[in-house]
């Protein structure tokens, strides 16, 4: 089946745009709060913003962009459904043992996962890797933003 290249574009980023919207919307009501005291929505909002950011810039490049003409299985070619399906099932995990482990134990854990598994790393890099990622999150999160994160084990 082959498809106009830039429709799919111009389709795909409509409708992210809509889902980002929707977000915006769903933060919005929840309360933005202020950056030094977030609300609940403060980060969907943003993250929101962001996504219709993005989307916009690939509706413009596709409305620049002359009408290609491709091949459908060419789009998915070189997909590893393999590494799809094991980060959706390491993000499941990681929600369930959020609270148990705490985040950065459990937080530790998938980054070096995703580190090995989606592209695979030396297990000094993954380890290092992983440290800062989680280090660098908890210090925005806890630090700066001072949003509350389970303690899990290391808490007591």
Request: hydrophobic share 55%.
């Amino acid at each position: 089946m082959e498809v106009e290249v830039r429709t799919a574009d111009i389709f795909s980023s409509l409708f992210w745009m809509a889902i980002s919207l929707g977000i915006c919307l769903g933060g919005h009501d929840l309360g933005l709060g202020s950056l030094t005291n977030p609300g609940g929505g403060f980060m969907f909002f943003w993250v929101g913003v962001i996504m219709a950011g993005l989307s916009g810039i690939v509706l413009i490049q596709a409305a620049r962009e002359k009408a290609v003409r491709g091949d459908m299985k060419a789009l998915w070619a070189g997909t590893s459904f393999k590494k799809i399906i094991a980060v959706m099932a390491a993000l499941f995990t990681y929600t369930y043992l959020l609270n148990p482990l705490g985040f950065i134990l459990a937080t530790t854990l998938l980054m070096i996962f995703l580190f090995k598994a989606v592209e695979p790393q030396r297990w000094s890099m993954a380890i290092l890797g992983a440290v800062v990622s989680t280090l660098a999150a908890y210090g925005v999160f806890r630090l700066w933003l001072q949003c509350q994160l389970p303690l899990g084990l290391l808490g007591g």
